[in-house]
């Protein structure tokens, strides 16, 4: 189905010619950065999923507070809607513009406000990098919990927005579990704090409903982040399986023992390859699968876990074991995980990350229902697994140059996504729905929890400018898409030639 | 898969009282009559009263899932959260929030709608924290899910958490999914003396460290501190710090509040402070060093005061914080227990409250005279 906004089915909007909203920004906003020629708004005209483009009709680009706080004010008595952006590296078509909306890009709030040592926290604006804040911690020997491989191009109010998580969630959390505060701007270009630099906050916990809305509830302008102290060292495991079952198992041995690891990946034959291809991480290229283990915390235990986990990885059937050497190897062996999308992504013209996730006592089954769906669409698929959260990236490798490849790409990953519903998981653990996964949420979500969903948002942004057409799907879209897919049901997916590579 | 752990025979009766609940919640819309949702009956004293029919969720009970290797547990809210934590505990796991239960008959429902964790809070998280999901009675009458079952799940806006401390404010929950964690291997209770404000000073300083803190109170010139985590480093924390043993029911006296400090014949009134981490001794009128009680490594002091309550919300605001009264002078109810909330912040209160409820049927007036 159609990925482009589509009035009759994501709901209506007064169209306003780019000339006359120029015209009253320009006046409102004199000082404010507004791009309105084509050449300019190209460069913004998708995120990190490239696949999903429309061209903006204007781009904003404040420096201050009072610049988008203005900004909101006009675009609501105008009726235009907003699509904020931080970093684009999102990979859900989240902050995909609106042909006939602005797109408020905050790349330039790019301050750390305050380090705060005693307390441990960091305050922010939201265009910040992740990767600077942890940088900026260091010399007090603190750290940002929450990793996102993309650490070093995504903003952190993107994370908000998204509850952005990382290789080492299982132990230390996601960004809701890491941020205590958060200003925002309504819609009605109002400033709200959410949350406090206190441990609660009296209310609801609207900082828990904020954090991954996408940006469909207010525009998120300042952060405080909780800093936690850099562990005394961390070790990091490397075990080997000539069986992706086996591989998946011993993940849940681990945690049997009782252990929690800072970090526990999985990848499988063809992204262990692509990454050893890519960074020369030092990965067995002829194993079936690799479970990447850190263990980390004070020395004393962390020798008494690594002995734990070896012995739980050999019972498990490991064919190999190896412990990173020193600070270099562990870094080493971490970057080929942190960068197997990239790595994939030279293996083929293009590559479609899915992001669902699964009971882990699923994965066996889940693994073998995408190598069975990947054959039946014809298409390569490479496995990157959270495997402590049980949150799956399978990449899709497909050529958009060929014709009808992308749609089947992309009709593959729906089928993944359903399988993770099956199973009782959800269609995505950390990367948002955005407007690519707009679609399966008529899959996991009965009418009924979609009206509830669409009750909340009604409380913050009534007349549907923040971002609309995201996340939660008209009853329209769900329609339409359940009579696509009765109509369309199970095709025979066309073999594609052998895939090049 | 592999299980190493059987789940227990657990003694815990299982019922699904779902659809009952749910005529009721519909009958009580439809006639517009509001409802009074209880759990146990132990945290009443928290929050304003409600005027509403009483509605039981005692007959809605079991844990519906339960694999320790999935770190994951979903239980019915109606569920004594003894029971559940026994469940936990012969597997090895616990929840990590360590809620108080204020009673034998808490529930793990009014954990949720209450939102309060015990002493492990600063280090392990709260009880937000730790859901994954729920199951609600909406005001149509409909079970609905949100959330999940798994480890991360962003599908959605996050109305589970939106659900812990709103008091069954928004509607009613009938199920709960959350992540739990192992029991710590080693645990250790220790007792220094030392004067309040250095004992603040040294909190901060071993905030900065990483050290397997996971409870620390200052009360009567001491510092109460627990250490858990892996053997080796709990015996090499406790050598280093020194100090006396204290006997490790502390932390459950402390968190239910039985403690000498607590006294119910004490007539003054109860306050709790919620404050930024290395917030200084706070100043106010006639008060001094025994009349607070410093937990969650100053984080969460409670404080016996008659003085005014708007005197104790500035001092807590100026601090970065917030003040609630628990328990009113004489032990009287309290009209206003939760700190008044800024305009804007009111406004989208009440629209979320007008959306999700706008009749008013699930426990008006809990949090705020205003919803
Ligand atoms: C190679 C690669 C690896 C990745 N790895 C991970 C990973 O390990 N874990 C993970 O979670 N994600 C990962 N991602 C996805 C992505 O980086 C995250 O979702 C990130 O949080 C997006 O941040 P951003 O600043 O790029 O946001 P954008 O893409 O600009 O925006 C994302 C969404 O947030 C909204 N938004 C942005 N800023 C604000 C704001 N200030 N206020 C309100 N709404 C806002 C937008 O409207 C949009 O809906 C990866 C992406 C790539 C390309
Ligand atoms: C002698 C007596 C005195 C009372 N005095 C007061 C009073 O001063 N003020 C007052 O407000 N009430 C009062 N009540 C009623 C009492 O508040 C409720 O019975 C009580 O709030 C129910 O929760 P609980 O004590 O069992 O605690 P919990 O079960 O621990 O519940 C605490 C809170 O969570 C809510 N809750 C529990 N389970 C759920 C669920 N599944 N879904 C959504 N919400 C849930 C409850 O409504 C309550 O707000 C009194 C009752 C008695 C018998």
Not at chain 1, 61 to 76: A, D, F, G, N, W
Not at chain 1, 300 to 310: E, G, H, L, N
Request: glycine content about 10%.
């Amino acid at each position: 189905m159609n990925t482009h906004f589509d009035e009759r089915l994501d709901g209506g909007q007064p169209g306003r010619d780019q000339s006359e909203v120029l015209a009253d920004l320009q006046q409102a906003l004199p000082g404010m950065t507004l791009l309105h020629r084509e050449e300019d708004l190209r460069p913004f005209e998708c995120d990190g999923l490239s696949a999903y483009r429309a061209l903006p009709m204007l781009v904003a680009l404040p420096e201050t507070l009072e610049q988008v706080e203005t900004l909101l004010k006009r675009c609501r008595a105008l009726g235009v809607p907003v699509v904020t952006r931080g970093a684009g590296t999102g990979l859900s078509g989240g902050a995909m513009p609106l042909s006939h909306g602005v797109l408020l890009v905050l790349s330039r709030f790019n301050r750390i406000l305050e380090i705060d040592p005693e307390a441990r926290t960091a305050r922010v604006q939201p265009g910040v990098r992740n990767l600077a804040i942890s940088e900026a911690a260091s010399p007090y020997g603190l750290y940002y919990a929450p990793d996102p491989s993309s650490q070093i191009a995504c903003s952190i109010g993107g994370n908000v927005a998204e509850n952005a998580g990382g290789v080492h969630c299982l132990k230390y959390g996601l960004t809701v579990h890491n941020v205590i505060k958060v200003e925002v701007l309504t819609i009605e270009g109002e400033h709200m704090t959410l949350g406090s630099d206190a441990l609660d906050a009296p209310g609801f916990d609207l900082l828990a409903l904020f954090t991954g809305s996408e940006g469909m509830l207010g525009v998120v302008t300042e952060i405080t982040v909780k800093l936690l102290p850099k562990p005394e060292t961390a070790k990091v495991l490397m075990a080997s399986f000539d069986d992706i079952e086996k591989a998946g198992n011993a993940v849940g041995a681990i945690i049997a023992a009782g252990i929690i690891p800072g970090g526990l990946e999985m990848m499988d034959n063809l992204a262990i390859r692509a990454a050893e291809d890519f960074i020369g991480a030092g990965y067995p290229v002829e194993a079936e699968a690799i479970l990447l283990c850190e263990l980390d915390g004070v020395e004393a235990d962390v020798d008494d876990d690594c002995q734990t986990v070896r012995r739980v990885l050999e019972k498990a059937g490991a064919t190999d074991i190896q412990q990173a050497r020193d600070e270099a190897e562990r870094a080493l062996f971490w970057a080929g995980r942190k960068n197997a999308f990239p790595a994939v992504g030279r293996m083929s013209p293009d590559y479609y990350c899915m992001d669902g996730t699964i009971p882990r006592r699923e994965l066996a089954r889940v693994l073998k229902g995408i190598g069975d769906l990947g054959e039946a669409y014809g298409l390569r698929v490479a496995n990157v697994f959270h495997a402590g959260d049980g949150n799956m990236h399978p990449l899709i490798l497909f050529d958009a140059n060929q014709p009808g490849e992308f749609e089947r790409a992309e009709e593959l990953g729906g089928r993944i996504l359903e399988l993770c519903v099956e199973v009782g998981g959800t269609i995505t653990g950390e990367h948002g729905v955005g407007r690519e996964k707009i679609h399966q949420m008529c899959v996991q979500f009965s009418p009924g929890e979609l009206t509830t969903f669409r009750a909340a948002k009604r409380a913050f942004d009534p007349d549907e400018l923040l971002n609309p057409g995201k996340n939660i799907p008209t009853p329209a879209r769900c329609s339409e898409f359940r009579l696509t897919k009765s109509a369309g049901d199970a095709p025979a997916p066309t073999r594609a030639p052998e895939s090049q590579g | 898969m592999v299980t190493t752990h059987d789940i227990p025979q657990h003694d815990i009766q299982s019922q699904d009282a779902s659809e009952a609940l749910a005529e009721r919640v519909r009958r009580a819309e439809a006639e517009g009559t509001p409802l009074r949702i209880v759990g146990g009956d132990t945290k009443a004293f928290y929050g304003r009263r409600v005027e509403g029919e009483a509605l039981s969720t005692r007959e809605h009970r079991g844990i519906t899932e339960y694999d320790p290797v999935e770190l994951i547990v979903s239980v019915r809210t109606g569920t004594p959260l003894r029971e559940l934590e026994a469940a936990l505990a012969a597997n090895g796991q616990m929840l990590p929030c360590e809620p108080p239960h204020f009673g034998d008959d808490a529930t793990v429902g009014g954990m949720i709608a209450t939102g309060l964790s015990g002493p492990r809070r600063p280090w392990a998280g709260s009880v937000r924290d730790f859901v994954l999901g729920t199951r609600i009675i909406t005001r149509q009458g409909s079970e609905q899910r949100f959330g999940g079952q798994v480890m991360k799940n962003v599908a959605g806006y996050d109305l589970s958490r939106l659900m812990v401390g709103a008091q069954g404010t928004l509607g009613l929950i009938t199920e709960v999914s959350m992540k739990v964690l192992p029991l710590p291997g080693a645990s250790r209770s220790l007792h220094l003396d030392m004067p309040l404000a250095r004992a603040l000073d040294k909190l901060s300083e071993w905030g900065r460290q990483p050290l397997p803190i996971t409870a620390a109170a200052w009360l009567d010139g001491a510092l109460h501190l627990r250490l858990e985590g892996g053997p080796s480093s709990v015996a090499a924390t406790a050598e280093r710090l020194g100090g006396d043993a204290l006997k490790p029911d502390f932390w459950e006296a402390l968190r239910e509040q039985r403690l000498a400090f607590f006294a119910k014949d004490d007539s003054r009134a109860l306050w709790r402070l919620s404050l930024p981490h290395h917030t200084p001794l706070i100043e106010l009128p006639g008060v001094n060093d025994p009349d607070v009680l410093y937990d969650w490594a100053g984080c969460q002091r409670w404080l016996r005061s008659d003085l005014d309550a708007e005197a104790i919300r500035q001092a807590a605001a100026r601090a970065g914080g917030h003040a609630t009264c628990l328990r009113g002078a004489g032990g009287a109810a309290v009209d206003e227990p939760f700190t008044p909330l800024p305009p804007v912040l009111a406004k989208y209160h009440r629209n979320l409250k007008a959306e999700l409820d706008p009749q008013g049927i699930f426990n008006p007036g809990r949090l705020y005279a205003a919803f």
